[in-house]
């Protein structure tokens, strides 16, 4: 119904999934340097183009961030009823667990907070990166859950964040393991239509 080319954007789309299973295969430059490039392809307020990124493929880094993350989820989790907690507890507790399911590849994209809306700047290019990595035969997933990196001021100064930048979207890239859970389904769109 639509061209080939068409046809290959809105598939790339569709099949772009959260990867948390990757393989042991590493991430050449060129290919993290593609992601980012088409990620600040996406619209941004004003133009101004408010974002900075931090690649770590360094993987002892890597683990002492995701170290400091599960630090903090757990004690979040004591506000939580002890039933619903202790799951995630265990998880937590495991030495081996990392918060980034053991990707080569961490980019944090930050906003600048002297631009009102670099938090929509941001938002977007993180999601036009994912979308890139997929189609670039690669993984990715938007991990909130290190967001609590912005509450560790010598880990922010380690990562060279500036005091005006935030954190907006921690990203996880790499090849994809072979098997994947199937991508959860969407429910059909609300719509509010006039005509
Ligand atoms: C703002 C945001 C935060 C997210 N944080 C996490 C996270 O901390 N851990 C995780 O495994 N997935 C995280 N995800 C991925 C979502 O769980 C995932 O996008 C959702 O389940 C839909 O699945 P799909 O991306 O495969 O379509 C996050 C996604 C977004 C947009």
Redesign the pocket.
């Known amino acids: 119904m639509y061209s080939d080319k068409t046809e290959a954007v809105l598939e790339c789309i569709r099949e772009?999934?959260?990867?948390?299973k990757y393989a042991e295969r590493p991430v050449p430059d060129n290919i993290i340097h593609s992601i980012i490039r088409a990620g600040i392809e996406a619209p941004t307020a004003m133009g101004l183009q408010p974002w900075r990124f931090v690649v770590i493929r360094d993987k002892g880094l890597i683990k002492r961030i995701s170290d400091f993350c599960k630090g903090n989820l757990l004690e979040s989790l004591e506000q939580y009823p002890p039933e619903h907690a202790e799951p995630f507890r265990k998880v937590l507790r495991d030495p081996a667990y990392s918060?980034f399911?053991n990707a080569p590849v961490l980019i944090f994209v930050l906003g600048d907070d002297r631009c009102n809306q670099s938090v929509y700047d941001c938002?977007l290019c993180a999601g036009t990166m994912?979308l890139a990595a997929s189609a670039l035969g690669l993984g990715g997933?938007?991990?909130?859950?290190?967001e609590v990196v912005a509450e560790n001021p010598a880990l922010l100064d380690e990562l060279q964040v500036p005091g005006h930048f935030r954190i907006v979207?921690?990203l996880i890239f790499g090849y994809p393991a072979a098997a994947q859970p199937k991508?959860?389904e969407?429910r059909d769109p609300l719509l509010i239509w006039f005509d």
């Open positions: 772009r999934t959260s990867i948390r918060i399911f938002t994912l997933c938007w991990m909130g859950s290190a979207a921690p991508k959860p969407r």
